[in-house]
């Protein structure tokens, strides 16, 4: 969302349906019970009046969302005329250690990979084929990649979109406090490394419900070849 957020062609907005899906779930997160207090929290109408009514004035209308959020939602809104969908996904190896800083227990939910999957089978089912970036390819190359999926959503690649200034945005969520310690402290991509603290005990059962849906969905990645010099051997 940040990197999107530099181009003058595009308007973002956070997680629109993240009231809708605390109301439906009561999901322990934190500060959830003040968040269902201030957040929209009807999805059909999230979608009919935010998801579905792009802001004027603007190409691009970037919609951030979290795939358990659209808990209860058809999937026909995402076939929309002029909707793409990008999934943004990470190595559970590397993703749950860090999950475990907000959700002391979380589970298969909290994650999202079984829904990441699940969407991406709809939108296939309804002949429209999402794009899928795996988080540590983009941070290993994050102009190459972001070059290909612009051309590949038909939108042109602005060099903008690989800086921002430090600090937090005027679209955060109110849950940004709790979430984005790291992404306010950035000022692009940062470069990709291995996490070395051993990987928790206690979640291990949960990485293996999340590995599969994980391959699933990386098997169908933006994958960036490498220059060749020289004749093939």
């Known amino acids: 969302m940040y990197s999107f957020a530099q181009r003058k062609d595009t308007a973002v907005v956070d997680e629109p349906l ?10 322990p997160q934190p500060n959830w019970e003040e968040l269902i ?24 209308w970037f ?40 959700m002391a227990e979380p589970v298969l939910r909290d994650a999202a990979y079984a829904e990441q999957a699940r969407w991406y089978r709809e939108l296939t089912a309804l ?12 941070l290993l190359n994050p102009e190459a990649v972001l070059r290909e999926l612009c051309e590949r959503v038909g939108i042109p690649f602005d060099p ?17 406090r709790d979430w984005y310690h790291n992404v306010h402290r950035s ?22 419900e999340c590995q599969p849906h994980y391959e699933f969905l990386q098997a ?7 220059h060749h010099h020289g004749p093939s051997q």
């Open 18 to 27: 993240y009231g809708h899906y605390l109301r439906l779930t009561r999901a």
């Open 37 to 60: 207090r201030i957040l929209d929290t009807d999805g059909p109408q999230i979608v009919r009046e935010v998801i579905l009514r792009p802001p004027p004035g603007k190409a691009v």
């Open 63 to 102: 919609i951030k969302n979290m795939a358990h959020h659209l808990i209860d939602l058809p999937a026909g809104w995402l076939a929309e005329p002029g909707m793409v969908n990008v999934f943004l996904i990470r190595d559970p190896l590397q993703m749950l250690p860090s999950l475990i800083n907000q």
């Open 127 to 138: 002949g429209r084929r999402p794009e899928v970036i795996d988080s540590r390819d983009l």
């Open 160 to 176: 903008a979109m690989l800086q921002w200034k430090a600090g937090p945005r005027p679209e955060d969520g109110p849950w940004a």
């Open 187 to 208: 000022t692009g991509f940062e470069p990709f490394a291995e996490k070395k603290a051993p990987f928790p005990e206690k979640l291990f059962p949960l990485l293996a």
């Open 220 to 226: 169908h990645r933006i994958t960036i070849l490498p």
